[in-house]
């Protein structure tokens, strides 16, 4: 079949991810849409939470797929593709945070999902509050440990993919995620401050 005539509904059409990259090493901008479309909403939750802005986070979803298309011909036929576009998509956010210190933009607005749905309103409250702390707390992890527990816990990837898409030892990975995950327990069980 060749390239420009893919169709995600043949049955003899590629379904993994890696396949649907061997066809875009070809050139197939078809393939490269359906690779875009599966990974659009992971990638922009992922920056979401790492840049702590539905904006900026946006623009690193789109420049990330740009960098996998223009990386296309450099994609190893037996890598895995979910580490690879997460180490993209990570090494975009590190950029721009970078960016962002040099020029001392604000910090971090927290990003998270509200909870709906909840009968009791004290609850529904309760609810936010938690959530709002936990963004907090989760956009003030050190980068390195901020992207390790996004990957695993968020998006759900094993440890072995994490290190793979941050070019770590998995030990390494292990670590940051407990240390991770004790700033997180330490910054939730402070009682918040009244102003």
Sequence with gaps: MPPSTYDSRSPDAPRSDEALMRRVADNDVVAFA??????????YRFACRMLGDAADAEDMVQETLLRIYQARARFRPDATFRPWAFRIAANQCRDRLRWRRRRR????????GRASGLAN??????????????AQAIAAL??????????????????????????????????????????LLAALETPETAP
Excluded at 34 to 43: D, S
Excluded at 105 to 112: F, G, K, M, N, T
Excluded at 121 to 134: G, K, M, V
């Design 34 to 43: 359906e690779l875009a479309r599966r990974y659009q909403q992971p990638l």
């Design 105 to 112: 933009e604000a910090p971090l607005e927290a990003a998270a």
């Design 121 to 134: 309103p004290s609850a529904e409250t309760e609810a936010h509050e938690l959530e709002d702390r936990l």
């Design 142 to 183: 050190p980068e390195k440990h901020r992207a390790v527990f996004l990957m695993a816990r968020y998006e759900g990837m094993p440890y072995d993919d994490v290190a793979k898409a941050l070019g770590i030892p998995v030990g390494t990975v292990k670590s940051r995620m407990n240390k991770a995950v004790r700033l």
